[in-house]
């Protein structure tokens, strides 16, 4: 936002001062910013969040005497959409909102930029309203209306063009060759840009009979994205291969890679993984943004309570630390967090994980190579050597592992590390199906997270809505509280109409106690050990669930989904 000249900016922040809203040494703070960097007293403002967002635009749409847009609630006509080309609202910073009587409206940071408004109009060669809206929430709607998905599939249509090339069905590889390269790595690198856009953690590239079927996963869950003509998916999948390091050749066998991505500000670490399918060959690209390796635990979702014995847990000079879900539960996040908070000067940290995912400095990091002998197991006895204080192993997932990391906890270790079981009491008997005497698990064990990742409803569009009664049912059963009505999302365009927006962790944080010591050694069933943990203060996954239903954060549909269990 850009205020047009230093009275008004000075008006501004009278307005803001004599609101409560700023106090005398912010104001003298943004006067010296201004007269430093050329900001106006708007952006710097909006840049450095020194009032609330929903209270500094409508005191900005004051100032400015022009009408205020939530674009997180307001409706965008398609129509203008095709109107109004990509590349103009990001050169200008706007995103069209209608076409009223041939004017087009648009929503921006700055609408008293009248030479900004005037450009605008004359690209377009209409004539332009502008109204105000936060920049951060132009950009968003941005990046959610204008796909590239066309533009993806117009490059594909271009490597379609190939196998009716003469050159190419003369049998002239290099000359077919140059024909694709450009308009496939294109596709690419735009199908890579839209996951990122869309929040998707996965794009599946699979091969059906008639068709490439490209589906992106989104908050846990698979949307499908475009079909793509089937004469594209080897010159699709041969690109893939080539930037991810993988043969191109091999097309018989299972292969992994790694392929580096920057989208604007944001920098993507993407797994490739490839096999063989009766179609074709399929790919699925796992999107890893650097950002969610330093989330903290309280990011998580942990409740009050739970957090606070998870960072005791934390604590400990020794003993295992185990985390527990199926895959994609966010156990390697948990455990990331987990290392965020530890002392990375005075403990020396090692890590054996499959894949690494993401890359920690002060962390010493190994990465699992079967072919080179470097196993979980192989890397835990070879760290044991390297003086740690701290162990991590991706995964418990055999007998030598379990027993090696049991051995590293009574040997004056801290190890955390990943058990694939249905809910805290399941780990113990994990491990004792892997072969860990009851014993040593006594010993070793000193606390059991399970967790699941639940979505959240979308908050610009929550609203009190009845449920089925199979919702309505679980919830009375666990809460002991009859209602009838739950928050919901409606769908909006800021959720793509799905009426959830991110994911959150339901956890269930069990610390082995002295009453549970001792029902382990004496062969105690899983249901003995969940009541004990109940009575020691554990809140199970089911409740953890429902207490944030309670709390309008998720829905019913949502923790009978991830949390299901057969009683």
């Known amino acids: 936002m850009v205020a047009t000249g230093e009275s008004k900016s000075q008006t501004l922040l009278d307005m803001l001062l004599d609101g409560e809203m700023l106090t005398r040494e912010q104001c003298e703070h943004i006067v010296m910013l201004e007269e430093q960097d050329g900001r106006s007293a708007l952006q710097i403002i909006d840049d450095e969040r020194m009032v609330d967002p929903e209270q500094f635009i409508v005191a900005a749409g004051l100032f400015l005497g022009i009408p205020f847009v939530n674009l997180k609630r307001q409706e965008i006509e398609e129509e203008v959409i095709g109107i109004v080309p990509e590349w103009i609202c990001r050169k200008y910073g706007i995103v069209p909102i209608r076409l009223s009587d041939g004017v087009v409206e648009v929503a921006m940071a700055d609408p008293g930029d009248l030479q900004r408004v005037d450009e605008i109009s004359a690209t377009l060669r209409k004539p332009v309203e502008a109204y105000l809206a936060m920049q951060r929430d132009v950009d968003e709607a941005i990046d959610r209306h204008y796909r590239i998905g066309g533009d993806i599939a117009s490059e594909l249509r271009r490597v379609q063009a190939v196998a009716a090339d003469p050159r190419a069905k003369a049998g002239d590889e290099s000359t077919a060759e140059a024909i694709a390269e450009a308009p496939v790595v294109r596709a690419v690198d735009l199908l890579i840009r839209q996951a990122a856009r869309d929040r998707a953690s996965d794009i599946h590239i699979e091969p059906q009979e008639t068709e490439v079927r490209v589906r992106f996963r989104i908050d846990g869950i698979l949307h499908d994205v475009m079909p793509l003509p089937i004469s594209v998916h080897s010159a699709l999948i041969s690109r893939i291969k080539i930037i991810a390091g993988m043969n191109i050749a091999e097309t018989r066998r299972p292969q992994d890679g790694q392929i580096s991505v920057r989208d604007g500000n944001r920098e993507l670490d993407v797994r490739v993984a490839t096999a063989p399918t009766v179609n074709g060959e399929m790919a699925v690209l796992r999107l890893l943004d650097k950002t969610f390796a330093f989330r903290t635990l309280p990011e998580l979702g942990f409740r009050p309570e739970a957090l606070e014995t998870y960072q005791q847990l934390m604590k400990l000079p020794f003993g295992m630390v185990l985390v527990s879900g199926p895959t994609g539960s966010g156990k390697t996040t948990s455990l990331y967090a ?230």
Not at 460 to 478: D, F, G, I, Q, W
Not at 516 to 521: F, T
């Open 338 to 567: 987990s290392l965020n908070q530890l002392d990375t000067t005075g403990r020396n940290i090692l890590t054996i994980e499959d894949p690494v995912e993401y890359r920690f400095a002060k962390i010493n990091q190994m990465q699992v190579n079967v072919q080179a002998g470097l196993t979980f197991a192989s890397g835990l006895r070879a760290a044991m050597r390297l003086d740690p204080d701290v162990i991590l192993v991706g995964e418990i997932r055999d007998a030598e592992t379990a027993g090696t990391a049991v051995q590293a906890a009574l040997t004056g270790h801290l190890v955390l590390s990943t058990v694939h079981a249905n809910d805290a009491a399941g780990v113990i008997f994990r491990l004792i199906d892997l072969g860990v005497e009851p014993f040593l698990i006594a010993s070793a064990v000193g606390g059991v997270i399970a967790q699941r990742m639940v979505r959240q409803i979308c908050p610009n569009c929550a609203t009190m809505a009845p449920v089925l009664s199979e919702e309505r049912l679980a919830y009375e059963k666990e809460m002991n509280e009859e209602r009838t009505e739950f928050v919901y999302g409606t769908g909006c365009s800021y959720c793509a109409r799905t009426g959830y927006l991110g994911r959150t962790g339901i956890f269930e944080v069990m610390t082995i106690t002295e009453a549970i010591r001792r029902l382990i050694l004496t062969g105690a069933s899983a249901d003995e050990i969940r009541t004990q943990a109940v009575e020691d203060g554990t809140i199970s996954l089911w409740r953890d669930g429902m207490m944030k239903v309670n709390d309008g954060i998720t829905t019913p549909y949502e923790v009978i989904r991830n949390v299901f269990t057969i009683t």
